[in-house]
């Protein structure tokens, strides 16, 4: 791995598994976007002015209504094995698909809060409290990453490091950080579940595409806050190695 030398043998086979792990996540996203036709951006295109005006504000409602209650749940409900969230959400998008933009919208804030308790079982298995705030903030950032349909192949890592820019912050201030972004993936995801006849199978694709995609973004970054933690390494070393791996694997 080129610029890695210092990196001990563990360590360099731990990222190529993280590196074939981010590479992989985009996968299933891809596919559905190449079902609808077009690129992403096109996809944003499909929906009605009013409704992308709306959807930074809908979108931060949903994190803020998430968090509160995927926090809450925890002592309730125990953390669910992944394919069981993923089948949970497929499920919900096809309910949402079926009624169009209308019952998609009504949906979001169900399948974040989902994919947010998922997120939080996986920062668990890492070894993390999920409770605790830093973690909490760790787990929003996880939404700050491009989303299944980007075609970033690694350009965009930006919310791997986002601990830097999420030292002191509120949950607050973390998900204003992250819901331009993420409206931006749940636009995408809102348009191909708004593309008439297909409805309640565009929804069921596009949200296994999207809980797949998140819960393998997840395993990223919490298996390099993981193996900062374990090697002693700087958190950001093992990001620029990540960067070059996935790089030498394209």
């Known amino acids: 791995m080129t610029g890695t030398a210092l990196v001990p ?128 903030r760790e787990c929003l950032a996880v939404f700050g990453s491009a989303g299944p349909m980007a075609r970033d192949d690694g350009a965009d890592m930006a919310f791997l490091s986002a601990r830097v820019t999420l030292t002191g912050a509120t949950l607050h201030g973390v998900i204003a950080k992250v819901a331009p972004r993420f409206a931006t993936v749940l636009g995408q995801k809102l348009a191909a579940q708004a593309v008439p006849i297909l409805g309640a199978a565009a929804g069921a694709a596009t949200n296994y595409a999207y809980t797949s995609y998140y819960q393998e973004m997840a395993r990223v970054h919490f298996g390099l806050m993981k193996l900062a933690r374990d090697s002693g390494m700087d958190r950001e070393a093992l990001i620029s190695a990540l960067l070059g791996e996935i790089q030498r694997q394209r």
């Open 9 to 136: 043998q563990a360590v360099e086979t731990e990222i190529g598994a993280l590196a074939r792990r981010y590479r992989s996540a985009g996968g299933m996203g891809m596919a559905v976007l190449n079902a609808f036709g077009g690129q992403a951006e096109n996809l944003l295109e499909r929906l009605p002015d009013r409704v992308k005006e709306r959807l930074e504000g809908v979108t931060e409602r949903a994190l803020e209504t998430s968090m509160s209650v995927a926090a809450g749940s925890r002592g309730v409900v125990r953390d669910q094995k992944s394919w069981f969230n993923t089948a949970l959400t497929t499920a919900m998008g096809a309910a949402g698909g079926a009624g169009g933009l209308p019952s998609a919208l009504a949906e979001i804030p169900v399948t974040t809060t989902v994919l947010l308790r998922s997120i939080q079982g996986i920062a668990a298995e890492h070894g993390f409290d999920p409770d605790a705030p830093e973690i909490r």
